[in-house]
């Protein structure tokens, strides 16, 4: 059974930065793209970065190009997000998902199939 955590969400002024970090388990993670996901109030789940097995091919929304990095340790078995200059439009739960499909890389929300429970980001003065 896949799981996956997220932590390190919380309350960053505009401006500001956080770290996301989501460990997974019950998967061979060097297999499977991972991406992240965000979403706010009263609004549809959204990509945010997508990063392949092995690191070679990334992705970002438009939104967050230039300000988040997203990045995996294969060896630890996890998946980050860095987000800096971060913006009050930023605010949302994110959530860490795997890839249905070992070996293929997409931006789609219905192509990952595990998801974690989400942490909270609230950007605020």
């Known amino acids: 059974q896949v799981q996956l955590v997220e932590s390190g969400g919380g309350l960053a002024q505009p401006g500001g930065s956080l770290r996301l970090s989501c460990a997974a388990s019950?998967?061979?993670?060097?297999?499977?793209?991972m991406g992240w996901f965000r979403q706010a109030p009263g609004k549809e789940r959204e990509f945010v970065a997508v990063i392949s097995w092995s690191g070679r091919k990334i992705y970002y929304a438009d939104s967050v190009k230039g300000r988040f990095t997203i990045s995996r340790d294969n060896a630890k078995n996890t998946v980050y997000l860095q987000m800096n200059n971060m913006k009050p439009g930023d605010s949302a739960v994110y959530y860490c998902?795997?890839?249905?499909?070992?070996?293929?890389?997409?931006?789609?929300?219905?192509?990952?199939?595990?998801w974690g429970q989400g942490t909270q980001v609230t950007v605020s003065s």
């Open positions: 019950g998967l061979t993670f060097s297999s499977y793209a």
């Open positions: 998902a795997a890839h249905r499909v070992r070996m293929v890389v997409t931006t789609r929300k219905d192509d990952f199939g595990s």
